[in-house]
């Protein structure tokens, strides 16, 4: 007697795989209604998942608010920009601002009234938790010009941070691993918020790996107490990766710091694929993508906490060609919008990323920029506003050539929230600080990156590359007038005033220090 009969066909495993298959991938599995004990009982779907269905509301719900898209120029690869347009004023939020010490000569002309928050950018770190005092982050902190900054910002009722920063993953894991350098930062630094009338630190160290997470939290969650108790007034912010809220792997433990400090300064830049022309900050459909951030962000702290950053910048590669995300001949080269939209090329729009973009050619070499402009800025302080977090924030103050267009996008119609006032410092005979004294070997920061500017007949200066962006290499051709852009490998351009971006590497100094 056959048994074919009671097995299964290939056809019915592979339907019933295929059932399997839908089942497992569904939002969710609803089971039987006919179990009253298990009607509501569902498998539910992953974290991600979930994340990637409020990130398409949430895009779904400020295209139509914020921009009328134009028509197309004929090749559906470069469409044109879309114009913005506000269905009406976004609710007024925080606007946060770093001032770079190499644009201190310029900050006159910051306008301050429409931010609520400036920092200056920085004093570096150095291995066993001292300031350092050779670079040209300190000789920016003693200058006229930011006492001067100082008291603008603080007449139109801006909180003044001060930024710490360590941007070298060797010195960031000396940092990370010392016992006494919580309390010698904090020792260093508090003194130095009285002395000028800062409002807080604002701590970014920027390093990559898990090796480093642990004592990045400790020694972060340490500065903060101590900053916190010298004067409760005082704020404390992080600035953190665009991925590391949903980065169980990175050096920020976003949950874990979050009872310690203020709030998270979200960099929401530098997400591009160096290999291949990319946005570096895009809205969506990207992984990492500001959407993608601030659904992971918000899943795990209080929007109240966070500050969307966005970038004045973008990032230049010479391509094969002029198609978008064409074949890269070389590694990406950071730009202020400034120096973008002065070289007056063609302006595209990438649908997918909603990220501006251009390609253009100087002699026979194509370059390909993605860069941001008021269209995706508004974008990205809609979508801030959509997910309700405190505000957005920009890197960095004059890479934009201060422009209207680029401030107007940041306020989206609304004015900036001002909630701050000077509140009296305590009696400094009141506050125990940590004493410590030590004369070591750190490795820091000591190059300055100044404005570089090329003419007919300039000869390069040394590129280097760090988290924040970049400087370049420049050389020029007489015979060539059209403006464009730098790159980081040996190969020959035209450059206009380039300003950059970075501070410089690092190298090692010996340096002294007491409280």
Known sequence: ?????????????????????????????????SEPKLRDMMIPISTAAKERIIENKAILAIQSDV??????????????????????????????????????????????????TISYFSLSVGANGSIVTTDSGYS????????????????????????????????????????????????????????????????????????????????????????????????????????SAGDPFGPFDIASLNPAVDGFFVMGYDMENPDVPSPNAPLSNWSPSDVEALAEYTNVISPSKIILGIPFYGYDWTTLDGSRNTISMGSPTALSYQDI????????????????????????????????????????????????????????????????????????????????????????????????????TTTVCTTTPSISTSVASTTSTTNSTTPKATTTTTTTEPTTTEVTTTTKVSTTVVSTTTTSLVPPPCSTTTSSSSP
């Open 140 to 243: 920016g902190f003693n200058s006229p010009q930011l006492t001067a900054l100082i008291a603008r910002a603080h007449s139109y009722s801006d909180r003044v941070m001060l930024t710490v920063s360590c941007l070298n993953q060797t010195t960031l894991e000396a940092l990370t691993s010392s016992a006494s350098a919580p309390n010698l930062l904090s020792s260093q630094v508090i003194p130095l918020l009285k002395e000028k009338g800062f409002d807080g630190i604002n701590i970014d160290f920027e390093g990559q790996g898990d090796g480093i997470r642990n004592g990045l939290t400790r020694l972060i969650t340490t500065v903060s107490t101590l900053v916190h108790s010298a004067n409760p007034n005082w704020q404390v912010t992080v600035d953190s990766y665009a991925s």
């Open 67 to 116: 921009v009328a898209p134009k028509s197309g120029t004929g090749d559906q690869s470069h469409f044109a920009p879309p114009l913005i347009h506000l269905s009406s004023p976004l609710a007024s939020h925080q606007i946060f601002g770093f001032a770079p010490y190499w644009t201190l000569g310029q900050s006159a002309q910051f306008q301050l009234q429409d931010y609520s």
């Open 1 to 33: 007697m056959s048994h074919t009969r009671n097995l299964l066909r290939p056809w019915q495993i592979f339907v019933a795989l295929l059932l399997m298959s839908l089942c497992l991938s569904s939002s969710y599995v609803l089971v039987s209604a």
């Open 341 to 440: 939209v002065s070289g007056g090329h063609p302006q595209y729009w990438d649908p997918t990323t909603s990220t501006p973009w251009t390609s253009y050619q100087v002699g026979n070499q194509w370059h390909e920029t993605y860069y941001d402009d008021p269209a995706s800025v508004a974008l990205k302080v809609a979508l801030a506003n959509y997910f309700h977090v405190a505000g957005v924030g920009v890197w960095a103050l004059g890479m934009d050539g201060n422009s209207q267009a680029m401030l107007d996008a940041l306020l989206g119609g609304s004015v900036p929230e001002k909630n701050y006032s000077a509140p009296p410092l305590p009696d400094p005979t009141t506050t125990t600080l940590p004493q410590s004294a030590t004369t070591t």
